[in-house]
């Protein structure tokens, strides 16, 4: 197969990107698009050119590190993660455009690299369970439904890759954090920091620069897990009602 | 070392020399000895944990379990990962579950089995007291992770529920759907998450750890690179973790993560912490197979598919005809044929074996020659599509989607694939290394699998480490006092991020004409051609010749273009693939001198007279610590003796 691949080209984060278009012959359509883009690196090398820079790394659709914007939909034309996508997608002869994810939370570093450690910090905000090693009951003493442990591992499956946010007009994070308000949120060891942990989370949010949520769906869509939108509704829920218990976070 | 070594000449610390290995096991009764030991060893008082630092690189499972536990006791934590995010460690790619000898379903476990499964099916070559110990912690590391949030499946009563795993007799395996690495990392990560939030540890992303720096005779720092600037920096501590995961990737292809590296500790190994067995590796027997030159990495499918599918290839070499249009009686059902009593069901290494075997005939299937059937057509005419469809439903769009080929219609192609390492830089019992201060954690320590790992066990062990061990005998190290002060203004310090930069600058400055990833490759393809599935002194001394060849041309000719000072993926790959260059020498040295099979590790020289693997106990039954001696040099063989007093060695027979 034959493609002009038309590529975001930056050199940092501060300096203008633009597209730079490449063409490569010979591609197979059993490889996957990191390969091609491997093979696309190769001919650059050889020929003393600057490698585009991208991120991965497991390879298998998991780790959440690879993440482009193929023809405008992230991580392109199946809802998979762009590792697990393979070139037998494309038209033969095809032009494929490939952008990084684009919103403000999410700095370009290099060419297709953004940095989304703004994530790490949402969760860091409360995206956990306040339990030290040691001194935790036996694992059988609490009993959970196996509906609630099925719907929480829904939420849990997140890989924090942002496609959410690239694919959100609005460049909103409310899927990443419901994601992970209704994993914990719908565990009874979450219970006891249910309502501070969504207060902070979509503060932190925010913080970030993350816009707001418009109900627009393009997350869920794009979604290399499948997660449900349900829980962006499940945690404005847990959000309105905590407001009314903890009340305006502002002024703790 | 003497701060007066000169950078002419790169250090290869000769400090550690003549060290003899001290396993620091304790005797007495097996199910005492963790007790005891713990009570033995010296405490640090909680108020003067604050004045301690540890630098713990690596953040899954291992490293991320006890960057968080070291924290939450008190002590100062700086944490590293190459990744951009401490949750994308390679852990998270596990799948299948994490044993632990909890007993729930009431069908015999106990904490003295899952010691004596793990002894056995390491085929003898670990250690009982970290066996046993490790035995004994698995039951609390599933109480922590449910307490963390972890969303283990569960029944319809509520509890959780065990599957039994890679042919054990029990089920006492835990899972959360295929997802188990990830969610045991994710209940890690936000617990090390809400240190940072606390201010105990301070994470450092996208930096990579590329030396080591000894001060006095103790580890006491490392040198790093920030991967986004180029940034050469030292951190110093008062001691060091290193949790960096398995050197699977010095076979190029492997179910690893693209960015797995033996960087760590190799340049630990080289500054003086023994590497022990590095020839124990293992293959698994399903994964997709390679489709061409261009492939990047393997994919890895449950062993479970073997439980229905049956294995075959072609009778004739060269068949290359459709699978539907080889008749019955030209199919080679060769598992089923040799082994009957266990078929398609052998062990992994047995069943890997004999499909590199059918392949080396020429009778492998698909473009590349490399695979063999594992073909549904009988189950589905037995069960039915749609019991194999709950069975193996997820499996199969898996395959699908990555080889766009309907395995209900047309046979699975499989090939065995590297994708966990039981060697590694060798501890004592508290998980110190040779180098005093220097602990090693999870798949990077070589301690407690043997030669061959179970399923399911490895998630087990790097949580162990890091949450249950790690951070008790690291105290003991501590508490024993003797510090000097020490900061990153150190001379040491200096002249080892001046010879991490000078390497740097080399790797840039040889504009050679082939790419870091075609030398990998051809460095990949000797390895597992005559260090993979099955070894020979022959082949061994090709590939002791080959290597060397391949370092050569790779210092002279490759080409890594862009600067040190930005993000430049290929110098990251380049100094990566610069140290399993040489690893791989000393993973041939070890396997050509270990003159006996065991398990991952099969010389065809040793084998029964049904082609089985031979271990030669009466002298092999030790740990091989080799002591590094200059690149190129032969490295010095060190051995810990290993005896049994609780599991006897006998042999394995699958006929």
Same mark, same amino acid.
């Given at each position: 197969?034959?493609?002009?691949?038309?590529?975001?080209?930056?050199?940092?984060?501060?300096?203008?990107?633009?597209?730079?278009?490449?063409?490569?012959?010979?591609?197979?359509?059993?490889?996957?698009?990191?390969?091609?883009?491997?093979?696309? /690196?190769?001919?650059?090398?050889?020929?003393?050119?600057?490698?585009?820079?991208?991120?991965?790394?497991?390879?298998?659709?998991?780790?959440?590190?690879?993440?482009?914007?193929? /023809?405008?939909?992230?991580?392109?034309?199946?809802?998979?993660?762009?590792?697990?996508?393979?070139?037998?997608?494309?038209?033969?002869?095809?032009?494929?455009?490939?952008?990084?994810? !684009?919103?403000?939370?999410?700095?370009?570093?290099?060419?297709?690299?953004?940095?989304?450690?703004?994530?790490?910090?949402?969760?860091?905000?409360?995206?956990?369970?306040?339990?030290?090693?040691?001194?935790?009951?036996?694992?059988?003493?609490?009993?959970?439904?196996?509906?609630?442990?099925?719907?929480?591992?829904?939420?849990?499956?997140?890989?924090?890759?942002?496609?959410?946010?690239?694919?959100?007009?609005?460049?909103?994070?409310?899927? =990443?954090?419901?994601?992970?308000?209704?994993?914990?949120?719908?565990?009874?060891?979450?219970?006891?920091?249910?309502?501070?942990?969504?207060?902070?989370?979509?503060?932190?949010?925010?913080?970030?620069?993350?816009?707001?949520?418009?109900?627009?769906?393009?997350?869920?869509?794009?979604?290399?897990?499948?997660?449900?939108?349900? =829980?962006?509704?499940?945690?404005?829920?847990?959000?309105?009602?905590?407001?009314?218990?903890?009340?305006?976070?502002?002024?703790? | 070392?003497?701060?007066?070594?000169?950078?002419?000449?790169?250090?290869?610390?000769?400090?550690?020399?003549?060290?003899?290995?001290?396993?620091?096991?304790?005797?007495?009764?097996?199910?005492?000895?963790?007790?005891?030991?713990?009570?033995?060893?010296?405490?640090?008082?909680?108020?003067?944990?604050?004045?301690?630092?540890?630098?713990?690189?690596?953040?899954?499972?291992?490293?991320?379990?006890?960057?968080?536990?070291?924290?939450?006791?008190?002590?100062?934590?700086?944490?590293?990962?190459?990744?951009?995010?401490?949750?994308?460690?390679?852990?998270?790619?596990?799948?299948?579950?994490?044993?632990?000898?909890?007993?729930?379903?009431?069908?015999?476990?106990?904490?003295?089995?899952?010691?004596?499964?793990?002894?056995?099916?390491?085929?003898?070559?670990?250690?009982?007291?970290?066996?046993?110990?490790?035995?004994?912690?698995?039951?609390?590391?599933?109480?922590?992770?449910?307490?963390?949030?972890?969303?283990?499946?569960?029944?319809?009563?509520?509890?959780?529920?065990?599957?039994?795993?890679?042919?054990?007799?029990?089920?006492?395996?835990?899972?959360?759907?295929?997802?188990?690495?990830?969610?045991?990392?994710?209940?890690?990560?936000?617990?090390?998450?809400?240190?940072?939030?606390?201010?105990?540890?301070?994470?450092?992303?996208?930096?990579?750890?590329?030396?080591?720096?000894?001060?006095?005779?103790?580890?006491?720092?490392?040198?790093?690179?920030?991967?986004? /600037?180029?940034?050469?920096?030292?951190?110093?501590?008062?001691?060091?973790?290193?949790?960096?995961?398995?050197?699977?990737?010095?076979?190029?292809?492997?179910?690893?993560?693209?960015?797995?590296?033996?960087?760590?500790?190799?340049?630990?190994?080289?500054?003086?912490?023994?590497?022990?067995?590095?020839?124990?590796?293992? *293959?698994?027997?399903?994964?997709?197979?390679?489709?061409?030159?261009?492939?990047?990495?393997?994919?890895?499918?449950?062993?479970?598919?073997?439980?229905?599918?049956?294995?075959?290839?072609?009778?004739?070499?060269?068949?290359?005809?459709?699978?539907?249009?080889?008749?019955?009686?030209?199919?080679?059902?060769?598992?089923?044929?040799?082994?009957?009593?266990?078929?398609?069901?052998?062990?992994?290494?047995?069943?890997?074996?004999?499909?590199?075997?059918?392949?080396?005939?020429?009778?492998?299937?698909?473009?590349?020659?490399?695979?063999?059937?594992?073909?549904?057509?009988?189950?589905?005419?037995?069960?039915?599509?749609?019991?194999?469809?709950?069975?193996?439903?997820?499996?199969?769009?898996?395959?699908?989607?990555?080889?766009?080929?309907?395995?209900?219609?047309?046979?699975?192609?499989?090939?065995?694939? *590297?994708?966990?390492?039981?060697?590694?830089?060798?501890?004592?019992?508290?998980?110190?290394?040779?180098?005093?201060?220097?602990?090693?954690?999870?798949?990077?320590?070589?301690?407690?699998?043997?030669?061959? !790992?179970?399923?399911?066990?490895?998630?087990?062990?790097?949580?162990?480490?890091?949450?249950?061990?790690?951070?008790?005998?690291?105290?003991?190290?501590?508490?024993?006092?003797?510090?000097?002060?020490?900061?990153?203004?150190?001379?040491?310090?200096?002249?080892?991020?001046?010879?991490?930069?000078?390497?740097?600058?080399?790797?840039?400055?040889?504009?050679?004409?082939?790419?870091?990833?075609?030398?990998?490759?051809?460095?990949?393809?000797?390895?597992?051609?005559?260090?993979?599935?099955?070894?020979?002194?022959?082949?061994?001394?090709?590939?002791?010749?080959?290597?060397?060849?391949?370092?050569?041309?790779?210092?002279?000719?490759?080409?890594?273009?862009?600067?040190?000072?930005?993000? /430049?993926?290929?110098?990251?790959?380049?100094?990566?693939?610069?140290? =399993?260059?040489?690893?791989?020498?000393?993973?041939?040295?070890?396997?050509?001198?270990?003159?006996?099979?065991?398990?991952?590790?099969?010389?065809?020289?040793?084998?029964?007279?049904?082609?089985?693997?031979?271990?030669?106990?009466?002298?092999?039954?030790?740990?091989?610590?080799?002591?590094?001696?200059?690149?190129?040099?032969?490295?010095?063989?060190?051995?810990?003796?290993?005896?049994?007093?609780?599991?006897?060695?006998?042999?394995?027979?699958?006929?």
């Amino acid at each position: 197969m034959k493609f002009t691949l038309r590529i975001w080209r930056q050199k940092s984060p501060k300096e203008w990107g633009r597209f730079v278009n490449y063409k490569l012959d010979d591609v197979s359509p059993d490889m996957s698009f990191l390969e091609m883009l491997d093979i696309l /690196n190769e001919e650059l090398i050889t020929k003393g050119d600057d490698p585009i820079a991208f991120d991965h790394d497991c390879r298998e659709g998991i780790c959440g590190m690879c993440g482009l914007v193929i /023809n405008g939909i992230a991580h392109g034309p199946e809802q998979t993660t762009t590792c697990q996508l393979h070139m037998r997608s494309f038209k033969h002869v095809d032009t494929i455009t490939i952008e990084p994810w !684009r919103a403000t939370a999410f700095p370009v570093i290099k060419d297709l690299v953004v940095d989304r450690t703004s994530f790490d910090r949402i969760i860091q905000s409360g995206g956990y369970i306040s339990v030290s090693t040691g001194g935790v009951p036996d694992a059988n003493t609490l009993p959970i439904a196996k509906d609630n442990a099925d719907m929480s591992m829904d939420g849990a499956a997140c890989i924090g890759c942002g496609a959410c946010v690239a694919a959100c007009p609005n460049g909103s994070a409310m899927l =990443f954090t419901a994601a992970k308000v209704g994993h914990l949120g719908l565990l009874p060891q979450g219970q006891p920091e249910r309502y501070d942990r969504v207060l902070y989370m979509v503060h932190q949010m925010d913080e970030e620069g993350f816009g707001g949520c418009t109900n627009i769906g393009e997350c869920s869509a794009v979604c290399p897990k499948e997660i449900s939108m349900d =829980f962006i509704a499940r945690m404005n829920r847990d959000l309105i009602k905590a407001n009314f218990i903890k009340g305006d976070i502002e002024k703790k | 070392m003497s701060e007066t070594t000169t950078r002419a000449e790169p250090r290869t610390t000769t400090e550690f020399r003549n060290v003899t290995l001290e396993s620091r096991a304790p005797s007495g009764p097996i199910e005492q000895r963790w007790d005891q030991h713990r009570f033995n060893m010296k405490l640090v008082n909680p108020a003067n944990k604050r004045k301690y630092t540890i630098i713990v690189v690596g953040s899954g499972l291992a490293g991320g379990s006890a960057a968080a536990t070291l924290a939450e006791l008190g002590y100062n934590v700086l944490c590293f990962c190459y990744q951009d995010s401490p949750r994308r460690a390679h852990s998270i790619a596990a799948q299948g579950g994490i044993n632990a000898a909890k007993n729930y379903q009431n069908d015999g476990d106990s904490i003295y089995r899952l010691f004596y499964d793990t002894v056995k099916g390491g085929d003898f070559r670990s250690r009982e007291s970290n066996v046993y110990r490790l035995s004994q912690v698995s039951v609390n590391i599933i109480d922590q992770c449910v307490a963390q949030g972890v969303p283990f499946a569960r029944d319809y009563g509520g509890l959780l529920d065990n599957r039994s795993f890679g042919g054990a007799q029990v089920s006492r395996t835990f899972y959360a759907r295929g997802q188990t690495g990830q969610q045991l990392l994710l209940g890690a990560y936000q617990a090390l998450e809400r240190q940072i939030a606390a201010g105990k540890v301070k994470m450092f992303t996208r930096s990579e750890m590329l030396d080591l720096v000894i001060i006095n005779g103790r580890a006491r720092g490392i040198v790093t690179r920030d991967m986004v /600037n180029g940034k050469i920096e030292s951190h110093v501590a008062d001691a060091v973790v290193l949790g960096t995961g398995g050197y699977g990737n010095v076979f190029y292809l492997s179910t690893n993560a693209k960015g797995c590296n033996t960087t760590a500790i190799w340049r630990s190994h080289r500054r003086g912490a023994f590497f022990a067995n590095p020839c124990f590796t293992q *293959i698994h027997p399903t994964c997709i197979p390679v489709t061409g030159e261009h492939q990047s990495k393997l994919t890895l499918m449950s062993e479970s598919l073997r439980n229905d599918g049956r294995i075959w290839v072609p009778k004739q070499a060269g068949d290359t005809r459709p699978p539907h249009q080889i008749p019955e009686n030209e199919r080679d059902y060769y598992l089923e044929e040799r082994y009957p009593s266990f078929g398609n069901l052998v062990p992994r290494d047995v069943a890997s074996r004999n499909a590199k075997q059918v392949c080396d005939e020429g009778r492998g299937v698909g473009p590349s020659g490399l695979g063999v059937y594992l073909d549904f057509a009988d189950a589905i005419n037995r069960l039915g599509a749609n019991v194999i469809r709950q069975r193996y439903g997820n499996l199969f769009d898996m395959y699908e989607r990555i080889t766009a080929e309907n395995p209900y219609e047309v046979p699975m192609r499989i090939y065995p694939a *590297i994708h966990y390492t039981m060697g590694g830089l060798w501890v004592d019992y508290e998980l110190q290394s040779t180098i005093p201060g220097l602990f090693v954690i999870g798949e990077a320590n070589f301690s407690d699998h043997g030669a061959n !790992r179970l399923g399911a066990s490895a998630l087990m062990q790097g949580l162990a480490d890091g949450y249950f061990v790690l951070p008790y005998t690291i105290g003991n190290y501590l508490a024993q006092g003797g510090f000097d002060k020490v900061s990153t203004d150190n001379p040491v310090c200096r002249e080892v991020e001046a010879e991490v930069a000078d390497r740097m600058t080399q790797l840039l400055s040889i504009n050679g004409k082939r790419t870091v990833d075609s030398f990998h490759r051809e460095l990949g393809k000797v390895v597992w051609e005559y260090c993979g599935m099955s070894r020979s002194a022959d082949g061994l001394k090709k590939a002791l010749q080959r290597i060397p060849e391949i370092r050569a041309e790779f210092w002279e000719n490759v080409n890594v273009p862009g600067q040190n000072e930005n993000l /430049n993926q290929s110098l990251e790959k380049a100094g990566r693939v610069a140290d =399993f260059m040489e690893l791989a020498e000393l993973m041939c040295t070890d396997a050509l001198h270990r003159n006996e099979s065991c398990g991952g590790h099969f010389r065809e020289e040793s084998q029964t007279p049904e082609g089985e693997a031979l271990r030669d106990d009466a002298n092999f039954s030790y740990v091989a610590a080799w002591q590094f001696n200059g690149v190129g040099n032969k490295p010095i063989l060190n051995k810990e003796q290993l005896s049994f007093e609780y599991v006897h060695p006998t042999q394995r027979s699958y006929k």
